[in-house]
């Protein structure tokens, strides 16, 4: 089955800089790629997606790639604010007969200091 | 409107007591989901229902039943819990089950089971 793997498990920057985090997955056949952001005592909200089909998707700071040829995308966060701590999921869906399964990274806590 | 709700918000039961958790949408959705996360760890998946039917059970032990009255509730009924079961229960929904349709989350019940 399909195994998502994200680095790193925590990030630490200053206000204002950048953030990247990335993922790994092992089915060649998974298409949909969310992210989600969970804050302390809320459930994961999802903040931006990519399907198969394209290679990148833009949302104001937010923006995510993916490279199919080497089963690995990421998350970029620009010009981070203090309200983008949190802990960030990556996950990964589809494949031949786990359609309904979406398999989540590990996650990543990121700070941001002020 | 993006919203899943779920109550209780929190909730505390000994080992031989009877509760349940109540998850509802109003987006149409058709599928939902039950998952589980422990502290510091991604969300793990429980059950998925897709047209009110139960389509995935993953090998959750039978003290946890859930329960799919209509469309848009979703029931997680709870009997004799261990103490390690005591974590974040949350509620998603997405379009379908199949496809790659974005799950939106709800905020979750704390469960701590005495």
């Known amino acids: 089955g399909e195994n998502v793997e994200q680095h790193p498990s925590t990030l630490s920057v200053q206000e204002g800089d950048s953030a990247v985090i990335k993922c790994t997955y092992s089915d060649s056949a998974s298409n949909y790629f969310p992210w989600y952001k969970q804050e302390l005592g809320k459930g994961p909200q999802l903040i931006i997606d990519i399907r198969s089909n394209v290679g990148e998707k833009k949302d104001q700071r937010i923006a995510v790639t993916l490279n199919k040829t080497a089963k690995h995308f990421s998350l970029h966060i620009t010009e981070t604010q203090p309200e983008d701590s949190a802990v960030y999921f990556c996950?990964?869906?589809?494949?031949?007969?786990?359609?309904?399964?979406?398999?989540f990274g590990s996650g990543t806590r990121l700070s941001i200091r002020p | 409107d993006t919203e899943v709700t779920q109550t209780p918000k929190h909730l505390v039961m000994g080992m031989t007591n009877k509760k349940s958790l109540k998850c509802e949408q109003h987006m149409g959705h058709r599928a939902m989901y039950w998952y589980k996360q422990k502290a510091k760890k991604p969300p793990e998946l429980m059950f998925v229902y897709s047209y009110e039917k139960l389509s995935i059970n993953e090998s959750v032990p039978s003290r946890f039943s859930p329960e799919c009255p209509n469309s848009s509730l979703l029931n997680l009924h709870l009997h004799a819990l261990q103490p390690e079961d005591s974590a974040l229960y949350l509620c998603?929904?997405?379009?379908?089950?199949?496809?790659?349709?974005?799950?939106?989350f709800g905020p979750g019940t704390r469960l701590t089971v005495t």
């Open positions: 998603a929904s997405s379009l379908t089950g199949t496809g790659d349709y974005e799950q939106y």
């Open positions: 996950a990964a869906k589809g494949g031949h007969s786990s359609a309904s399964k979406i398999i």
